[in-house]
T-cell receptor, first 115, second 112 residues
Framework: GAVVSQHPSRVICKSGTSVKIECRSL??????MFWYRQFPKQSLMLMAT?????????EQGVEKDKFLINHASLTLSTLTVTSAHPEDSSFYIC???????????FGNGTRLTVT | QQQVKQSPQSLIVQKGGISIINCAYE??????FPWYQQFPGKGPALLIA?????SEKKEGRFTISFNKSAKQFSLHIMDSQPGDSATYFC???????????FGTGTRLTIIP
């Protein structure tokens, strides 16, 4: 089945630094990937839609200059949290689908802790 | 605006019993309704999904019931096992829009 790999699984960084999270589709090509954020015991909130070869589409309220998304190839999308602050601490999850109308598969998430 | 409402927030079921989680949606354009299972520290995994052209779909111990007129759908887990203890999310999307709108989640605990 379709596998989405996310790296790293956990990262701790100091306030003011930037962190990059990678999302890879291992056995399929994904023209579109999605980035979600999940706070403890809460639902998944869509942050942005990452489109291969073009700019990401951000959801309302998500700062595009803070959460930089790059989708340079059909198998890789990256999310960079710039100038991270403690309030950015969260669980970030990416997802992708192999083709239009096929099920959405999720990575295992990245636990970001900003100290 | 919460477009998919999920209940209950938490649920405790005895081993062997039936677990039932309910969701209601507002957007009549939604036409794809998946359920995801999430274990702590992991991403959600697709469990089962349904489209509105059928009223029920069964896969093993998991069944989705769908009521289009009431705009409701539910997940039934038969013969619930301790390994089913997880958080379950319903979701919805519509053709032409790949975004999923998630419910608020249900923490299911199966006790021996």
């Amino acid at each position: 089945g379709a596998v989405v790999s996310q790296h790293p699984s956990r990262v701790i960084c100091k306030s003011g630094t930037s962190v990059k999270i990678e999302c890879r589709s291992l056995d399929f090509q994904a023209t579109t990937m999605f980035w979600y954020r999940q706070f403890p015991k809460q639902s998944l909130m869509l942050m942005a839609t990452s489109n291969e070869g073009s700019k990401a589409t951000y959801e309302q309220g998500v700062e595009k200059d803070k959460f930089l998304i790059n989708h340079a190839s059909l198998t890789l999308s990256t999310l960079t949290v710039t100038s991270a602050h403690p309030e950015d601490s969260s669980f970030y999850i990416c997802s992708a689908r192999a083709e239009y109308n096929s099920p959405l598969h999720f990575g295992n998430g990245t636990r970001l802790t900003v100290t | 605006q919460q477009q998919v409402k999920q209940s209950p927030q938490s649920l405790i079921v005895q081993k062997g019993g039936i677990s039932i989680i309910n969701c209601a949606y507002e957007n009549t354009a939604f036409d794809y309704f998946p359920w995801y299972q999430q274990f702590p520290g992991k991403g959600p995994a697709l469990l089962i999904a349904i489209r509105p052209d059928v009223s029920e779909k069964k896969e093993g111990r998991f069944t989705i019931s769908f009521n289009k007129s009431a705009k409701q759908f539910s997940l039934h887990i038969m013969d619930s096992q301790p390994g089913d203890s997880a958080t379950y999310f319903c979701a919805a999307s519509r053709v032409g829009n790949e975004k999923l709108t998630f419910g608020t989640g249900t923490r299911l605990t199966i006790i021996p």
